[in-house]
């Protein structure tokens, strides 16, 4: 699908979560490596793309 057809965006920071929303059918948009304070992540940006409601995944078990 194409950028254009993203309905909502979600952006973290922890890949239990960015792996629950994919399996949910998030789409994967984009990934960047950062380095804050020291610290290494990475940060996930994942979109809804499909028609009706985004799946919801409980943020809270991560």
Avoid: C, F
Wanted: glycine share 8%; aromatic share 8%.
């Amino acid at each position: 699908m194409a950028i254009e057809d993203t309905k909502k965006l979600k952006v973290t920071t922890t890949l239990h979560y960015a792996n629950a929303l994919l399996d949910a059918g998030w789409t994967l948009i984009g990934s960047q490596d950062l380095v804050i304070e020291g610290d290494a992540l990475t940060r996930y940006t994942l979109g809804w793309q499909k028609d009706g409601e985004p799946a919801h995944v409980d943020q809270t078990q991560w």
